[in-house]
């Protein structure tokens, strides 16, 4: 039977009353209420937990190596903290971070090959000892080092001399700098706040000159009826050439003397009887992106001037230039 608890059923008179067979390591036991069997396989299990101190070089011991209970040797101690030890069954080296992981000494499990070479590390390890002040290895010093400890009376800030009046992710921390490390958090999260905003405008500007783009090269690409001329009449007369809808824009952009958008620009010389779609479906669209590419052709000299977003005004300077 695998390590664990099984329950069986036992009939008892009329009824059938569980019983719960605990196994650990080859011992086992048998238990009427699961908490009973529980708290024996716990205290078992701490009972195998090994301590540092326990630990010798050279010493071979079991331990739980990918799901599997092997023998391994200790060899030396690892500069990042454990030891280095090898997999007796498989001769790979391995590392064993804590003696929380080695389950119990092998006693006769000591190679003979090793046994100088683990004498001389422990006397290694023995003078290291002696020498330090505080009697650890490095090793050692390493795994025994906690998170940093702070003084309850004083203010975690250095040279901040105020009283602590409050704990902070565990720093002792006076009221101004409370008040300090609030208005930084703050500040950071407005920060991180404004750039998300910019990020969603110019995403959202870059997909509408995408939108306006894709609308005007589909409305470039769609074939124009061919037209025929009708002859001129008697009275010689011609008719007035009709005026483009970016000219009508800065027509209605001069007269309204205020910056508009693309759809009131449209609405406005639909109803001036300037220019009206011949039946796009976004006018408004084919315009925006008209006024873009005169901005960027012409710059200074052109006839619109952006104000804001998606907004233009008459640029009354380029126009009276010309």
Known sequence: MANGIHQTLVRNGRWKKPLYDAEFDGESATFH???AAR?????QRKEQIMKKDEVKIGGTYTAKVSDKVVKVRIDAESRHGGWDATNLETNKKIRIKSAQKLRAAVRDGKQPKATAAAKKENARLAAQRKASPDGQTASERAMSEGPKQYDPTKCATPRCKGEPALTHLGKPLCQKCWKRQCDTEAEGARAAADVAAADAVATSAAGEVAEAANVEAAAESKPK?????KPAGDSGETKPKRVSAIDAAAQVLQSAGAAMNSKEMIAAMAEQKLWTSPGGKTPHATLYSAILREIDTKAAASRFRKV????FEFNAPAAAAK
């Open 308 to 311: 804001e977003r998606g907004k």
């Open 33 to 35: 209420t699961l908490t």
């Open 225 to 229: 009826p061919k037209r025929t001329r």
């Open 39 to 43: 708290q024996w396989l716990r205290r």
